[in-house]
């Protein structure tokens, strides 16, 4: 489990023994206040402010209602949140044409996957994000800024440093928005952002800055793919030549939320690049069908293909690509 996950584990256990606290002491007349075990005299005195709601309140929410709201959403904040945003992402054609996937039109399905539309509302963003750090918390907790692309999902790369100020987005421009500027370096190498981490990495020279790449979605992974080895390169060849400081870090993992194909050969291009692709599912047509059952109450979140090989049956019969496989 990741941080987070015991994070959750505690504050509910903190609600479960003050609840109790509460329900005991409301219902005694014995006064603890008078203990001579100041433990015992701190913890059940009715004098003392020592309740789940002050506790909650101390932890931010204003009551125990939106206490409870939040440790449950963060809990859909995993693989069934990630089933939960694709069966309301996904889409059937009505007149049995054909939807392409991948830059060579090869894949076709009658099911369309729109999570970059999904992301383009603010709340369905921030769900999409809280997946995704779910996803990324399984493999690492200690990076320092987020790749990503002009043709990407912006939304959730943004979402990173809204959320976290600590947090950069590095965002690859378009190659028709290159301009060489002379001394402008972000312009100069075609990254936005680039200056931020320059400065970060500047003040923090004692420590490695790290980064990853995130997109909601790939089908064969080429043009994203070309673009963080392109970075990956441009970063090793300024490091070379001190324009940047060393403490930059290539990337290494890249996350996203689903593959829109199935098939292996997405896995070996990046690793035959020094890079790992994490996600929670591959679709297939059957996976799409389901989610669209779903989507449609005619199926449960259960009813997902992966589900008994994420609670860790059956995992001999599954051939989905998710982070609870991989790691």
Not at 175 to 197: A, P
Not at 236 to 257: A, S
Request: charged share 30%.
């Amino acid at each position: 489990m990741g941080f987070g996950d015991w994070t959750n584990i505690i504050l509910a256990l903190a609600l479960l023994i003050f609840g109790l606290r509460d329900i005991f002491v409301n219902n005694t007349a014995k006064d603890y206040s008078k203990s001579r075990n100041p433990l015992v005299s701190w913890f059940l005195s009715k004098k003392e402010q020592v309740t789940a709601k002050h506790f909650v309140r101390a932890l931010g929410f204003p009551t125990l209602e939106d206490f409870r709201k939040q440790v449950k959403k963060k809990k859909s904040h995993n693989y069934r949140g990630a089933i939960r945003i694709l069966s309301k992402c996904i889409i059937k054609s009505e007149d049995e044409a054909k939807y392409s996937y991948g830059s060579d039109s090869r894949h076709q399905s009658l099911y369309y996957v729109d999570s970059m539309g999904f992301a383009q509302k603010k709340e369905n963003c921030m769900d999409l994000y809280s997946v995704m750090i779910h996803l990324i918390s399984k493999i690492e907790t200690d990076y320092e800024y987020v790749f990503s692309i002009k043709g990407g999902n912006i939304p959730l790369a943004t979402a990173f440093s809204m959320d976290n100020n600590s947090v950069l987005s590095i965002i690859a421009k378009d190659k028709n928005e290159m301009v060489n500027s002379g001394n402008n370096k972000d312009n100069l190498i075609n990254y936005e952002g680039l200056r931020d981490l320059v400065e970060k990495a500047q003040e923090n020279e004692s420590r490695e800055i790290k980064g990853i790449a995130i997109a909601c979605n790939l089908a064969n992974g080429s043009n994203f793919l070309d673009s963080i080895k392109a970075y990956n390169e441009k970063i090793e060849e300024l490091k070379g030549d001190g324009t940047i400081p060393q403490n930059i870090q290539k990337i290494e993992n890249v996350y996203i939320l689903y593959r829109a194909i199935k098939g292996e050969e997405l896995d070996s291009k990046f690793e035959n690049a020094g890079l790992k692709c994490y996600r929670y599912f591959d679709l297939d047509d059957d996976f799409k069908a389901c989610l669209y059952e779903i989507q449609n109450n005619r199926k449960r979140v259960d009813d997902f293909p992966c589900h008994k090989c994420i609670k860790g049956k059956k995992k001999r019969n599954c051939t989905a690509k998710h982070c609870y496989k991989l790691i």
